[in-house]
């Protein structure tokens, strides 16, 4: 009899788990159905959009999958406040926004000056500039020598990747008791399967997995996009 693997079977486009499967286009036909039935609506239509960035919004921007996800999760745990690390063009900040409880705030991060201003444009174009701070400057610099007035009931790590261990190490102090941190990319395309990894990215990815599983926190990783990882304070 042929062995059943674990992981040959985790995946929805791995063979035993699209065998029934005639057509073609499975990605396509997949995240279809997915977007169908979990309501998600293109985000270049839900809001108005100034990009200008350099970057396609399908390049560097949550994909509308993991958008509802993150939408899906604050709703269940209805924060106040919120913190991320890495804005773009402000798309997932602005997502960030939808489950605030009254007078709760997204507080987002970001390096660069013109995603900042970019950030600026599109949340005064959709009207959340009172629901969110976005704050010019190196992540990990911020994170040192801000004082934030109150701790983050949702943290959500999605820049500087380089420096993801030293990130989550502030965000440790910053988490409510509860709070959950999602951090994206955990898998950096792949990188972080290389023994030593081709990138500074996946370097720093790398040395965040191995800091979080000492620490033995109730984690759980989902493997869509590119590996989101959820760890409960
Ligand atoms: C993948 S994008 C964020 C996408 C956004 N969270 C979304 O889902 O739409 C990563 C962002 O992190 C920012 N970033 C990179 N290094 C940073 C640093 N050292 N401090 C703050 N932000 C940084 C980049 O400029 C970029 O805007």
């Known amino acids: 009899m042929k062995k059943i693997r674990y992981y040959s079977s985790f995946l929805p486009n791995q063979k035993v788990l699209k065998k029934y499967f005639t057509n073609k286009d499975y990605e396509k036909k997949l995240y279809t159905l997915i977007s169908n039935h979990s309501n998600i609506i293109n985000p270049k239509k839900k809001y108005k ?6 970057f396609l919004v399908e390049e560097m921007a949550s994909n509308p999958i993991s958008l509802n996800f993150l939408n899906f999760l604050t709703s269940i745990i209805k924060p106040k406040y919120i913190l991320e690390i890495g804005a ?21 991060l970001e390096k660069y000056e013109k995603f900042h201003k970019i950030c600026k444009k599109n949340f005064n174009k959709n009207r959340l500039d009172k629901k969110i701070n976005i704050v010019l400057g190196d992540a990990l610099e911020t994170l040192k020598y801000k004082k934030f007035k109150y701790k983050f009931d949702f943290i959500f790590i999605d820049g500087n990747k380089e420096k993801y261990k030293e990130i989550f190490v502030e965000c440790e102090k910053l988490i409510s008791k509860n709070g959950i941190i999602a951090v994206d990319n955990i898998f950096n395309q792949g990188d972080v399967l290389n ?39």
């Open 88 to 108: 773009f063009i402000g798309l997932s900040t602005m997502e960030l926004t939808q489950n605030l409880k009254k007078g709760g705030k997204v507080v987002s």
């Open 49 to 54: 959009l100034t990009n200008g960035s350099g």
């Open 195 to 233: 023994k030593n990894p081709k990138t500074p990215k996946g370097a720093g990815v790398k040395r965040f997995l191995k800091y979080v599983r000492h620490k033995k926190y109730s984690s759980s990783i989902l493997p869509f996009y590119d590996g989101i990882m959820l760890i409960k304070n």
